[in-house]
């Protein structure tokens, strides 16, 4: 089982990036998706969500219109678009796929920093 995240890098605040977990070794549409992050010091957060076949999306919050997750089952992979970032979204961003159970699979992370 493999999730590879990429994308990430260094941005203004303000600017946009677009993070992918690409999946491999399992079955893809049958997992739940997810973006989470964790700040230096700080625990994992959630960042936002997928259903298997991508019908259904939640966020945290505060998070809601700036960042906006979509999956492409063919591809076997998970996006997270984030537009207007701000430098609190400095954080490494890990993907989890939940397929019910003990079946929890988590990518490396990608490291994105917001900064001017």
């Known amino acids: 089982v493999q999730l590879v995240e990429s994308g990430g890098g260094l941005v203004q605040p303000g600017g946009s990036l677009r993070l992918s977990c690409a999946a491999s070794g399992f079955t893809f549409s049958s997992y739940a998706m997810s973006w989470y992050r964790q700040a230096l010091g700080k625990d994992r957060e959630l960042v936002a969500g997928?259903?298997?076949?991508?019908?259904?999306?939640n966020y945290v919050g505060s998070l809601k219109g700036r960042f906006t997750i979509f999956r492409d089952n063919g591809k076997n992979t998970v996006y997270l678009q984030m537009n207007n970032l701000k430098p609190e979204d400095t954080a490494m961003y890990y993907c989890r796929a939940y397929g019910g159970g003990d079946n929890v699979y988590w990518g490396q992370g990608t490291q994105v920093t917001v900064s001017s």
């Open positions: 997928i259903s298997s076949s991508g019908g259904v999306v």
